[in-house]
């Protein structure tokens, strides 16, 4: 297991700069970075709504929403990715090793973009059925294509969920924001979320949220789970017990993702020894389960804070490669 990466996103519009970036300062596992700041389409829904299959989308006032025919946001969309797409290729020739991209998840795309009428795709669950397996015919093009791209990666793939909490709480707002959807049942969110995660690809699941549904992502087939862990609470540690126990690993969010004063490793790693002390595991398990990262996405970051945030990471997971015995709490 690589000892640190990111979570996906960052500041900026220099795509080849920020790949280069994040290549020096991860080499045990980088990834394709996300460019919000550049406008339509380079935001993490309309980026992942690009992959659907048979389902275009376009943009308007109140956000993505499903359309007849592909227009100027969705090509928009696509032109962003494949730029990155060329960009990955120059940046990575000759590499061999693991590689991460990022997509969003069915759930909190459903929650995100509206019906040809106006209602979110969330309201309808057979519709979130057809988002999902579009999703999961676009993903699995997406795949092939990096692969194509640099022949000598193992491509993991991450799905973002910030907004799954939220469906199964039944807090997500209505298309006219007066009302809630009704909640989802966990079965059936593990059930949708498992129809985009290919079984022969290494899949983390990523929820920068409160109320991580840890069971939920297991049972979807997640083999990492990847959350924030100030959001931590004990309550929660029987769950990501069970997960570890079951061969789950765990990215665990260790610095903030905007700028701030960032600790010494002991402290950046600090979380993670104490959690594994808590949990009772063999703390030679610790640098082959857990991965140490951002809290979240580093997209309202300085460029220079997310270069020492990524490098500070890398760093602290020394801590737990070296000597795990004598930092055990």
Known sequence: MASATGVGSHSGDDHLETL??????????????????????ADMIGRTASLLVDMPVEVQPSGW????????????????????????????????GPLKIQVCGPWTLAAAIELRHGDKTLADLGAVRDLSESLAEGIATHLASVRARVPGAQVLLQVDEPGLPGVLAGTVPTASGFGRLAAVEAPLAADRLGAVLPAETF???????????????????????SLDASLLRRRDEDRIGEALEAGVA?????????????????????????LWGRLGFTPSRLAEQVVLTPRCGLAGASPSYARAALARCREAARVLREDPEDERP
């Open 65 to 96: 929403r499903i359309t007849d025919r592909p227009g100027r946001d969705i090509r928009r969309a696509r032109d962003h990715l494949t730029r990155d797409l060329d960009g990955l290729e120059e940046v990575t020739q000759g590499y061999e």
């Open 203 to 225: 899949t983390i699941v990523h929820c920068c949220a409160p109320d991580v549904p840890i069971e939920a992502l297991r049972t979807a087939g997640a083999r990492a789970i």
């Open 20 to 41: 280069r970036m994040v290549f020096g300062e991860l080499p045990d596992l980088p990834y394709l970075p996300e460019l919000p700041a550049r406008g339509v389409g």
């Open 250 to 274: 765990l990215f665990l969010g260790v610095v903030p993702g905007t700028d701030a004063r960032l600790p010494d490793i002991g402290v950046i790693a600090k979380p993670a020894l104490e």
